[in-house]
Nanobody
Framework: QEELVESGGGLVRAGDSLTLSCAASGGALSTSAMAWFRQAPGKAREFVGG????????FYAAFVKGRFTIQRDDEQKAIQLWMNSLKPEDTAIYSC????????????????WGQGTKVTVSS
């Protein structure tokens, strides 16, 4: 049984908006934080943004610059990544992860990973 399942990826145009969702179950729920990472073709995985379960503290990568927002959905046991003003350079596979989240920006801080959802932004 998959413990993290992402959805919402797709093909959009520059300037468009897109919302990704990550639903957690099983062991992935017993963690302290959840984050989004992305990996573009030929590039290393990079932190996008994260949220702590306690206190709902959020933190974003500098390149987000107010364009992205992470929201919790406790009823659905999920988080959403709201992405606005998308750029071609945002094209990547977006993955959610849960874990201790210390530090929040490091992939090594996360135990559970989803399969990823592809986001393509055309110019």
């Amino acid at each position: 049984q998959e413990e993290l399942v992402e959805s919402g990826g797709g093909l959009v145009r520059a300037g468009d908006s897109l919302t990704l969702s990550c639903a957690a179950s099983g062991g992935a729920l017993s963690t302290s934080a959840m984050a989004w990472f992305r990996q573009a073709p030929g590039k290393a995985r990079e932190f996008v943004g994260g949220i702590t379960w306690f206190g709902s503290f959020t933190f974003y990568a500098a390149f987000v610059k107010g364009r992205f927002t992470i929201q919790r959905d406790d009823e659905q046991k999920a988080i959403q990544l709201w992405m606005n003003s998308l750029k071609p350079e945002d094209t990547a596979i977006y993955s959610c992860a849960t874990g201790a989240g210390v530090p929040l920006t490091a992939p090594r801080s996360f135990t559970y990973w989803g399969q990823g959802t592809k986001v393509t932004v055309s110019s």
